[in-house]
């Protein structure tokens, strides 16, 4: 799994912002709403927080900027760079470090309060065998009680109507406009699909290009679920986007 994976964010990681309207912004909701999750499921701040799918930090530098004690890893080096980056510009403070979610257990030391793995990142453990692995290695770095959260598409829609291209989006920035959609190439047995992101940059006269290529399991909420339990988790709870204001549905269990 890890090449593709790899290869997909090692070449998103300058360009991840420019997937939102205002990366800034949404850098402050996103931090606002998992705090008010964290607060509500008795984990304020300062607890510690690995956040083992960090990405650029959307998560993370809002969770940091609110008081979290947070550690973000993630398997690109390009990204956990960018969160480091930003992290002098946000003028927060978090540590890094480069880990592979299926093996925190060996590659991050110490335990967290939660464990957190955002925006759809499970969904790129394509095989049961990596989910389960994903799970117990998150599931090891929790202290007793600890909180594990993580969210998803909603596959259980998406996988009924299997859509080739996710619905455009055009957005008149400072430095111009922009256009955002995704091709979506389905496997025969609607189990997983490679996604094309498109982002097109207008530049005067002319329009930039570039595309980037990830494969993703269409992974459904029991299939999450009942991988939180086989690791050993509790206590299982969805939460949709309406309850929490975040954009993806998002499960919390807890080790016991
Ligand atoms: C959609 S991005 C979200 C990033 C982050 N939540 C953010 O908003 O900046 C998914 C992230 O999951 C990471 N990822 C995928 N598989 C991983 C694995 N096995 N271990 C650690 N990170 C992984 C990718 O490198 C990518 O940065």
Do not use: K
Not at 21 to 27: K, L, M, N, P, Y
Not at 52 to 72: E, F
Not at 163 to 176: A, H, I, N, Q
């Amino acid at each position: 799994m890890n090449d593709p994976v790899l290869g997909f964010y090692e070449g998103l990681a300058e360009e991840y912002h420019l997937l939102f309207a205002d990366w800034a912004q949404s850098v402050e909701r996103q931090g606002a709403v998992l705090d008010a999750l964290l607060r509500r499921s008795g984990a304020p701040p300062p607890r510690r927080v690995l956040d083992c799918a960090c990405g650029i930090g959307t998560q993370a530098l809002g969770l940091a900027a609110r008081g979290y004690h947070v550690h973000a890893t993630d398997l690109s080096p390009a990204a956990v760079a960018r969160t480091e980056r930003e992290a002098r510009a946000f003028n927060v403070t978090l540590t890094t470090g480069i880990a592979d979610m299926r093996r925190l257990d060996t590659q991050v030391p110490g335990t967290f309060h939660a464990v957190l793995s955002f925006d759809n990142a499970m969904s790129h453990l394509l095989t049961d065998a990596d989910l389960d692995a994903a799970a117990r290695a998150m599931a090891s770095r929790l202290v007793p009680e600890g909180l594990l959260l993580a969210s998803i598409r909603d596959y259980d829609v998406l996988r009924e109507g299997r859509p080739r291209f996710t619905s455009e989006r055009v957005l008149d920035t400072p430095e111009g406009r922009r256009i955002l959609f995704q091709l979506w190439d389905w496997s025969a047995d609607g189990g997983q699909y490679t996604v094309h992101q498109f982002i097109l940059r207008q530049d005067g006269g002319t329009w930039q290009t570039t595309e980037h290529t990830g494969v993703y399991r269409a992974l459904q909420r029991v299939d999450l679920e009942r991988a939180l339990t086989r690791a050993g988790l509790v206590d299982p709870r969805w939460y949709t986007p309406e309850e929490t204001g975040f954009y993806q549905h998002i499960i919390t269990a807890r080790r016991p």
